[in-house]
C-alpha cells in the first residue's frame, strides 16, 4: 500500500553537460525533473512507499520520465498517458547561486488533468497525500484538481502542501490561490523569500497570522535552517516554534533541495520522529540535492546520515 501519494506534473529536464552560455551549449544531459515525483523518489530512497500521479504525453520523453520514477522505487501505476498532448520539458541552467529555469510545458499533458482524475484515485491505506502550488499555476483544470483533491483527502488523510512559487508559471495567474491552497492544507513547507513575495510577510510569526489552518507549518530560512510550528491538538494554542539549523554544505545547485527537505520531513513525521529531528531529516536529505547538478543529487552516506540524526545538540 502507498504511504505517501504525490501528485503533480515531471517533465524530461535537460541541463547543460559542457560550461557556457545556454545558447552555445550543445550538449545536454537529459534527467527528469519534477518537484512532487521528486519528492516521491526520494521518500522511496528513504524507505517510504511512495506513489506518483500524473500524466504524460505519448512520447518519448514521458516513457523516460515514468521509467526514471519507477525505477527510483515509485509506483507510478496510476499515471496516465494523454496522447493529445505532449510531455513537458524543462531546461536549467546549472550554477549555486541560482539557476535560471525555461519551461517548454504549456498545454502540457499535465496540464491538461483536471478533477476527473479524482474519480479513479484511490486514497486507500494513503497516509499522506503531498501536493504543491507549481499544480495550481498549470492550467485552470488543474487549480480545480488541486481545490477537489484537497477536499477529498483531507477529513480522512493528511494534506501536505509546498509552496514552491515558480514565478515563470504566474505571469497572468494570481499567485493569491497558493495562500487560500496552503492554509487549506495540514502540512505546509513554505520558504521565507516564496512567503515575502506570495503571501507578502517573511518572519514566521506574520507567516503563521496569515497562514493559521494547517496544523504543521515549516518555514525554511535558506543556508540557515527552518522552523517548525506545531498546534497542539488537544489545547488548540501552538506550541513553542522549533528552530533547527542546516547543514553547511558546498552548494553545487540550489534546484530541488526543497524536494528533499519535504522529503526527509515527511518521512520522519511518518516514523513518529521528534520536532527538531523531522527537521534535521529534511536538511539531511536537502543536503545531498545541494550537491548536484540534477535535481535529485546523491544522498549522503547512510551512516552519516544515522550518525548526524543522534547527534542531540551537534553544531553542524
Ligand atoms: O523543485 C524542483 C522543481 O522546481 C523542478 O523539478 C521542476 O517541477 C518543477 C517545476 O515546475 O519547477
Given at each position: 500500500?502507498?504511504?505517501?501519494?504525490?501528485?503533480?506534473?515531471?517533465?524530461?529536464?535537460?541541463?547543460?553537460?559542457?560550461?557556457?552560455?545556454?545558447?552555445?551549449?550543445?550538449?545536454?544531459?537529459?534527467?527528469?525533473?519534477?518537484?512532487?515525483?521528486?519528492?516521491?523518489?526520494?521518500?522511496?530512497?528513504?524507505?517510504?512507499?511512495?506513489?506518483?500521479?500524473?500524466?504524460?504525453?505519448?512520447?518519448?520523453?514521458?516513457?523516460?520520465?515514468?521509467?526514471?520514477?519507477?525505477?527510483?522505487?515509485?509506483?507510478?501505476?496510476?499515471?496516465?498517458?494523454?496522447?493529445?498532448?505532449?510531455?513537458?520539458?524543462?531546461?536549467?541552467?546549472?550554477?549555486a547561486t541560482?539557476?535560471?529555469?525555461?519551461?517548454?510545458?504549456?498545454?502540457?499533458?499535465?496540464?491538461?488533468?483536471?478533477?476527473?482524475?479524482?474519480?479513479?484515485?484511490?486514497?486507500?491505506?494513503?497516509?499522506?497525500?503531498?501536493?504543491?502550488?507549481?499544480?495550481?499555476?498549470?492550467?485552470?483544470?488543474?487549480?480545480?484538481?488541486?481545490?477537489?483533491?484537497?477536499?477529498?483527502?483531507?477529513?480522512?488523510?493528511?494534506?501536505?502542501?509546498?509552496?514552491?512559487?515558480?514565478?515563470?508559471?504566474?505571469?497572468?495567474?494570481?499567485?493569491?490561490?497558493?495562500?487560500?491552497?496552503?492554509?487549506?492544507?495540514?502540512?505546509?513547507?513554505?520558504?521565507?523569500?516564496?512567503?515575502?513575495?506570495?503571501?507578502?510577510?517573511?518572519?514566521?510569526?506574520?507567516?503563521?497570522?496569515?497562514?493559521?489552518?494547517?496544523?504543521?507549518?515549516?518555514?525554511?530560512?535558506?543556508e540557515?535552517?527552518?522552523?517548525?510550528?506545531?498546534?497542539?491538538?488537544?489545547?488548540?494554542?501552538?506550541?513553542?516554534?522549533?528552530?533547527?539549523?542546516?547543514l553547511r554544505v558546498d552548494v553545487v545547485e540550489p534546484?530541488?533541495?526543497?524536494?528533499?527537505?519535504?522529503?526527509?520531513?515527511?518521512?520522519?513525521?511518518?516514523?513518529?520522529?521528534?520536532?527538531?529531528?523531522?527537521?534535521?531529516?529534511?536538511?539531511?536529505?536537502?543536503a545531498g540535492a545541494l550537491r548536484a547538478?540534477?535535481?535529485?543529487g546523491?544522498?549522503?552516506?547512510?551512516?552519516?546520515?544515522?550518525?548526524?540524526?543522534?547527534?542531540?545538540?551537534?553544531?553542524?
Amino acid at each position: 500500500d502507498t504511504e505517501v501519494l504525490c501528485l503533480g506534473e515531471s517533465m524530461a529536464l535537460f541541463v547543460p553537460a559542457e560550461p557556457g552560455p545556454v545558447d552555445e551549449v550543445r550538449t545536454w544531459t537529459r534527467t527528469v525533473g519534477g518537484a512532487e515525483s521528486n519528492v516521491a523518489c526520494h521518500l522511496a530512497g528513504l524507505g517510504v512507499r511512495a506513489s506518483w500521479v500524473s500524466t504524460v504525453g505519448a512520447d518519448a520523453f514521458g516513457r523516460a520520465v515514468v521509467s526514471a520514477i519507477a525505477s527510483a522505487g515509485v509506483d507510478v501505476s496510476s499515471v496516465e498517458v494523454d496522447p493529445s498532448r505532449p510531455t513537458g520539458l524543462y531546461v536549467k541552467e546549472s550554477s549555486a547561486t541560482g539557476s535560471p529555469v525555461r519551461y517548454y510545458r504549456a498545454g502540457s499533458a499535465a496540464a491538461g488533468m483536471g478533477p476527473a482524475l479524482l474519480d479513479r484515485l484511490s486514497l486507500d491505506g494513503v497516509r499522506i497525500v503531498h501536493v504543491s502550488g507549481i499544480t495550481a499555476a498549470l492550467s485552470p483544470e488543474c487549480l480545480a484538481l488541486m481545490r477537489g483533491l484537497i477536499a477529498t483527502a483531507r477529513p480522512t488523510h493528511l494534506l501536505s502542501f509546498d509552496v514552491n512559487w515558480r514565478a515563470p508559471l504566474w505571469t497572468d495567474g494570481e499567485p493569491g490561490v497558493l495562500r487560500e491552497l496552503a492554509d487549506a492544507s495540514d502540512i505546509v513547507l513554505v520558504g521565507d523569500d516564496e512567503a515575502a513575495a506570495v503571501l507578502g510577510v517573511s518572519t514566521v510569526d506574520e507567516i503563521r497570522r496569515v497562514l493559521p489552518g494547517p496544523r504543521t507549518l515549516v518555514v525554511k530560512h535558506g543556508e540557515r535552517g527552518a522552523s517548525l510550528i506545531e498546534r497542539d491538538p488537544s489545547t488548540g494554542e501552538d506550541l513553542p516554534v522549533v528552530f533547527e539549523p542546516a547543514l553547511r554544505v558546498d552548494v553545487v545547485e540550489p534546484v530541488g533541495a526543497g524536494d528533499a527537505f519535504a522529503a526527509g520531513f515527511l518521512a520522519a513525521t511518518l516514523n513518529g520522529a521528534t520536532p527538531g529531528r523531522r527537521l534535521r531529516a529534511g536538511h539531511l536529505r536537502a543536503a545531498g540535492a545541494l550537491r548536484a547538478h540534477d535535481d535529485l543529487g546523491t544522498p549522503l552516506p547512510s551512516e552519516l546520515v544515522a550518525e548526524l540524526l543522534e547527534a542531540d545538540g551537534a553544531s553542524w
